[in-house]
């Protein structure tokens, strides 16, 4: 996963932040094979003003994978 670095709020400019774990969720991507993926949900989070200014996943692979590229 790609490294995102946030400077400033763009709602307040505020320069401090909180990551904290937001929720679950699980993924019915390989229902075929009876296999659940569970990821959490991360939000970045302004102190000063309080907006939520990233909400990601650390683990996008367990969502969904990443499909094969079809050789051209």
Known sequence: MKEVKIEKCPYCG???FIESNVSSMMSSVS?????AHLAVLFATVCRDCGSVVRLFCKTPENLY???ERRAE
């Open 14 to 16: 505020g320069e401090e």
């Open 65 to 67: 994978p990443k499909k």
């Open 31 to 35: 229902v075929g094979t009876g296999t």
